[in-house]
T-cell receptor, first 119, second 114 residues
Framework: GAVVSQHPSWVICKSGTSVKIECRSL??????MFWYRQFPKQSLMLMAT?????????EQGVEKDKFLINHASLTLSTLTVTSAHPEDSSFYIC???????????????FGNGTRLTVT | AQRVTQPEKLLSVFKGAPVELKCNYSYSGSPELFWYVQYSRQRLQLLLRHISRESIKGFTADLNKGETSFHLKKPFAQEEDSAMYYC????????????????WGLGTSLAVNP
């Protein structure tokens, strides 16, 4: 089945540094990937839509200069949290629509998430 | 704008009791509705979709266009059903729809007590 791999699973960084999170589709191509933020026991918040070969589309209220997204290939999207601060500490998840029959929207396949802690 | 509403943040039931997780959507066209589930320490995964009209792990969900609802139901809840459930809506079918974002509800945490 379609698998999305997310790396790292967890990362601790110091305030002011940048952190890169990778999202890979392992056995399928994904022209689009989605990045989410999930707070403890709270909802999933879509941050941005990553588009291969073009600029990402950010949701309202998400700082694009803060959360840099690059989708340079059909199997890899990266999210870089720049100049991280403690309030950026969260669980970040990516997803990609998997392959599916024509005429039917493919289900989303999710990565395992990345726990970011900024000290 | 599209909106998905899950009115219950937390739902607690006893094992063997029926369970219904509510979901209402707003979309003027032909909606695509999904239920995704996240078990403890696992990744989010698709539970079921309205277009498939299937039962997964004993759960069913019927699209009611008149009430704009897509409630998730199970007649007899099991402890292993305890998880976070998200309802999501997307407009439009076809491959082009794959690249369009889903609109997510806030999620309902289901706790099935022994």
């Amino acid at each position: 089945g379609a698998v999305v791999s997310q790396h790292p699973s967890w990362v601790i960084c110091k305030s002011g540094t940048s952190v890169k999170i990778e999202c890979r589709s392992l056995d399928f191509q994904a022209t689009t990937m989605f990045w989410y933020r999930q707070f403890p026991k709270q909802s999933l918040m879509l941050m941005a839509t990553s588009n291969e070969g073009s600029k990402a589309t950010y949701e309202q209220g998400v700082e694009k200069d803060k959360f840099l997204i690059n989708h340079a290939s059909l199997t890899l999207s990266t999210l870089t949290v720049t100049s991280a601060h403690p309030e950026d500490s969260s669980f970040y998840i990516c997803s990609a629509p998997g392959p599916g029959p024509l005429g039917l929207r493919a289900p989303l396949h999710f990565g395992n998430g990345t726990r970011l802690t900024v000290t | 704008a599209q909106r998905v509403t899950q009115p219950e943040k937390l739902l607690s039931v006893f094992k063997g009791a029926p369970v219904e997780l509510k979901c209402n959507y707003s979309y003027s066209g032909s909606p695509e509705l999904f239920w995704y589930v996240q078990y403890s320490r696992q990744r989010l995964q698709l539970l079921l979709r309205h277009i498939s009209r299937e039962s997964i792990k004993g759960f069913t969900a019927d699209l009611n266009k008149g009430e704009t609802s897509f409630h998730l139901k199970k007649p007899f809840a099991q402890e292993e059903d305890s998880a976070m459930y998200y309802c999501a809506s997307g407009g439009g079918t076809g491959n082009a729809g794959n690249n369009r974002k889903l609109i997510w509800g806030l999620g309902t945490s289901l706790a099935v007590n022994p």
